[in-house]
């Protein structure tokens, strides 16, 4: 029987690891848990099998991890083993050696990292970033740059003329400038003789 490589997809939360294993046409697949590690197999409908054994980066609580098929792949939940002295809720890798397994690749819809975690709360970057401008004073601290706010008129505030209107003088102003000079723009030369 002809085995297949898996391609795997993983993501993370702060309690749990994502798995998608990549399988359109399983039949009757298996995920089997260990504190260490994650066994996938599953048998083809071209006949071939397919398996996938992960050494887990951290440990994990095999009977609150969970799997589940649908149509396109196989999804499976991992429960991240945390101790209370423990600060690194989040892997660097998924894998507790550092290897590079091309199979294996990150599940950037679902990813979600440390950082992503402090705005969990409800923060509205649209709504709560008016509001945070507002209780600033809403010049952004910039307020110490003198003359930027004063209402005397400049050179630059007059009206400038629409470009149909400054067309049409084009074209004069051309032919008065080549009549005062001569063909080489010497002025000299357009002068009549003496």
Do not use: Y
């Not at 490589?5 to 399988?23: G, I, N």
């Not at 089997?32 to 054994?53: E, I, R, W, Y």
């Amino acid at each position: 029987m002809k085995t297949a490589a898996v391609s795997c997809k993983w993501a993370q939360r702060k309690d749990q690891v994502l798995l998608t294993f990549e399988v359109p046409d399983s039949v009757a697949p298996n995920v089997d848990f260990t504190p260490s590690g994650v066994t996938f197999k599953c048998d083809l409908k071209s006949g071939a099998s397919c398996s996938k054994d992960i050494t887990l980066f951290k440990e994990i609580v095999p009977e609150e991890s969970q799997w589940g098929r649908n149509d396109r792949d196989i999804q499976v939940k991992l429960k991240k083993k945390v101790n209370d002295d423990d600060d690194e809720h989040f892997w660097p890798r998924l894998t507790k050696d550092k290897i590079r397994d091309n199979t294996i690749k990150t599940d950037f819809d679902k990813w979600k990292d440390e950082s992503d975690d402090e705005f969990e709360d409800g923060f509205n970057f649209d709504g709560d970033m008016s509001d945070m401008m507002g209780q600033m004073g809403g010049d952004m601290g910039m307020g110490g740059l003198g003359g930027l706010d004063d209402d005397e008129p400049d050179s630059d505030d007059d009206d400038m003329p629409d470009l149909e209107d400054a067309a049409p003088d084009a074209p004069k102003a051309k032919q008065e400038e080549d009549e005062s000079t001569g063909a080489n723009g010497d002025a000299a030369a357009a002068a009549p003789a003496a």
